[in-house]
């Protein structure tokens, strides 16, 4: 029998000990964020009903949902015809019922809907798990990852949009990461549609103008004409193509812009809004509007907001924006929401990059105990328990090997101290305790070695 290779499916990863130490960090740091905001935790299956998911990311979102095939003998639902169907899609609609979650925010609107007797409106949640979505691998891409979102549902105050983008400052403040946020409504990009009188083109429009900064305008302009749409609508997109300056002047050439469609000024004015709300709170994120943001997705009916990393390529690190009718397909009309989703995989990316991981990110264990033998190791137990009673991390080895060997354990780890106690300390009571980066070692009680690893 030959020995199968071990490894994982492209697009995904294994993590080390020492990556989810600091994974744990970036998910500590956002959870305790969304929870000072008093938003609610909460969790869904990784699994939904394929009907759930379907429909609700557009043709390119349905086109990279996992399916999971029926259990049993599935091939039983497919007849004669069906095996000369050219159309992979409608054959695995008939053997899956199931799928794999592509996001958090779709099966949230179906969590609602399904327990909208048993939560308060508006309702704050957040939710920290993973995802998946059958994409080409690539750096900061992968089919395996986590979102950390936070959403309120039940409101149409654009309160909730403030809030969204003051929790980015402070996510990204605290993990000390430099980005900038981007924002924009789709009420702006309707209005654009509509005042280059191609509003049924929306769509097109919208997936074209998200790649600005991808592409270039050119090559945009060149994709719209590739799309049919003509030459003279395409053009009267100028004032959006050549928009500069601050975030005032952009509002000022939109407003005029816009001022024939009624949808796209009320998107101005919103916009005017949450940036009057944001300018007494002194955030230290760069906030910048841009006109072209569209994120892709269908369901966004409102703001619309996009961090990247500065002086890093490394795509969207956080996005979402307001959505008016997403529980609606779900039978439960009229519940608008707002909210934004963290990808913990491309932070992780960016603050290895830039070596921002602190100390207490990278040690798991503060202390270890050198063992000496049976009778200093069961001294040693009490020790532990009482620095460990303290919130310092620490442990014992747990064989009485030689000291060469348990130090180069410590060293391989990462673990700053080392504890040493023989005859001698248990006769006086100490702890002989040695600092591994400086190689200092000095004997000291347990309560001023408790105070110096605090310290």
Request: hydrophobic letters at 40%; aromatic letters at 8%.
């Amino acid at each position: 029998m030959s020995k199968e290779k071990a490894s994982v499916p492209k697009g995904t990863r294994d993590f080390t000990p020492d990556q989810m130490i600091r994974r744990n960090y970036i998910f500590h740091t956002i959870t305790e964020i969304f929870q000072r905001y008093g938003f609610l935790p909460i969790e869904t299956p990784a699994m939904e009903n394929l009907p759930t998911l379907l429909g609700k990311y557009g043709e390119e979102g349905d086109r990279l949902l996992y399916k999971i095939l029926n259990s049993g003998d599935f091939l039983k639902a497919l007849d004669e015809a069906d095996w000369e169907d050219p159309d992979p899609a409608s054959i695995s609609m008939k053997i899956c019922d199931r799928g794999l979650r592509y996001d958090l925010t779709v099966p949230f609107a179906r969590f609602v809907v399904q327990h909208r007797s048993e939560i308060p409106f508006p309702f704050r949640r957040y939710q920290i798990q993973p995802v998946w979505r059958a994409d080409k691998p690539q750096r900061g891409r992968y089919r395996e990852f986590y979102q950390c979102d936070v959403d309120v549902v039940g409101s149409d105050s654009l309160l909730n949009e403030v809030e969204m983008i003051q929790i980015i400052d402070e996510v990204f403040t605290g993990l000390g990461i430099s980005v900038s946020v981007k924002l924009n409504n789709r009420k702006i990009l309707a209005g654009m549609a509509e005042v280059i009188g191609q509003s049924e083109r929306l769509t097109d429009i919208t997936v074209g103008l998200d790649k600005v900064q991808k592409i270039g305008v050119e090559k945009v302009k060149q994709e719209l004409l590739s799309k049919g749409i003509p030459a003279a609508s395409v053009e009267k997109l100028k004032p959006v193509w050549d928009l500069r300056g601050s975030n005032a002047m952009k509002l000022k050439t939109m407003k005029e812009f816009l001022a024939g469609s009624e949808t796209g000024v009320q998107g101005i004015k919103e916009t005017e809004q949450v940036l009057d709300f944001l300018k007494p709170l002194d955030m230290v994120s760069r906030l910048e509007l841009d006109m072209t943001l569209a994120r892709g997705l269908d369901y966004y009916t409102g703001a619309i907001i996009e961090v990247v990393a500065d002086n890093m390529e490394m795509g969207s690190l956080c996005g979402g924006g307001r959505y008016d009718n997403l529980t609606g397909v779900f039978g439960m009309e009229g519940m608008s929401g707002v909210g934004i989703s963290f990808g913990a995989d491309r932070i992780y990316d960016v603050m290895e990059h830039f070596s921002l991981f602190p100390d207490e990110a990278v040690h798991s264990t503060r202390l270890l105990f050198i063992n000496f033998g049976a009778k200093e190791a069961a001294y040693c137990l009490d020790l532990l328990k009482r620095i460990r009673r303290a919130g310092i991390q620490a442990e014992l080895y747990p064989d009485a090997v030689k000291i060469k060997k348990q130090m180069t354990y410590a060293h391989n780890r990462g673990i700053p101290f080392v504890a040493l106690v023989g005859e001698e300390e248990m006769k006086e009571g100490a702890v002989a305790l040695k600092n591994m980066a400086t190689g200092d070692q000095s004997k000291l009680s347990l309560t001023a070695l408790i105070s110096e690893l605090r310290r």
